[in-house]
Structure formats: C-alpha cells, structure tokens
Nanobody, 119 residues
Framework: EVQLVESGGGLVHAGGSLRLSCAAS????????MTWVRQAPGKGLEWVSR????????TYADSAKGRFTISRDNAKNTLYLQMNSLKPEDAAVYYC????????????WGQGTQVTVSS
C-alpha cells in the first residue's frame, strides 16, 4: 500500500522558515518523480515544486522560486521542502504527491500538513 505522510508544518512568523518532510512507503521511491502541492483556505490546489526520481531536474512555481527548495533522500524514502522567507500568502495545507511513472499525472497524495504564517 502506497503511503505518503507529511510532517513539519506549523505556525511561523512572516520571514521565518519551515522544513516539510514526506515519508514515503509502499513503492520504490527512488523510481518516481515527486511533487509538493498546496491549498490555501478557500482556494484551489496550487502546484509548488517537483523533483525527478534522481533529483536531476527540479522545477518551481514562480511563487516558490528563490525561497523554497525541494529535495529528496532516496536512501531514506523521504521528500523535503525547505521554505524560507515565508509570507502570509504561503499559508496553506501542503501535500506531497507521487507522479505516475512516465507522466506528470498524480496517483497518490499524502494527508497534508498545515502551514500557518502570521504577519
């Protein structure tokens, strides 16, 4: 059974930092591209960043460029999102998700972790 379990969310002041983690199990983590997606209150899903299986290609949404860093440790089956210089508009539930092999379609989602940024 595929499981994606996020952690590391919380309350932080604007300008602060958080590091999100996503522990993966039930599949060969090192073979799959992974992504972070967020959803702010009352808004739709917003893609944040993705990383290919070996970490060779990384892409960010404009809102994340220069402030967020996605990474992965395939030996630990864990995906990370380092978020710096957080803004109130970064407040959201952050989800990690697994891509379908060979495509950018998502087939599994984690339960999400809440990030709250106070101004």
């Amino acid at each position: 059974e595929v499981q994606l379990v996020e952690s590391g969310g919380g309350l932080v002041h604007a300008g602060g930092s958080l590091r999100l983690s996503c522990a993966a199990s039930g599949f060969t983590f090192s073979s799959y591209s992974m992504t972070w997606v967020r959803q702010a209150p009352g808004k739709g899903l917003e893609w944040v960043s993705r990383i290919t299986s070996a970490g060779g290609t990384i892409t960010y949404a404009d809102s994340a460029k220069g402030r967020f860093t996605i990474s992965r440790d395939n030996a630990k089956n864990t995906l990370y999102l380092q978020m710096n210089s957080l803004k109130p508009e970064d407040a959201a539930v952050y989800y990690c998700a697994k891509y379908v092999l060979g495509s950018w379609g998502i087939d599994y989602w984690g339960q999400g972790t809440q990030v709250t940024v106070s101004s």
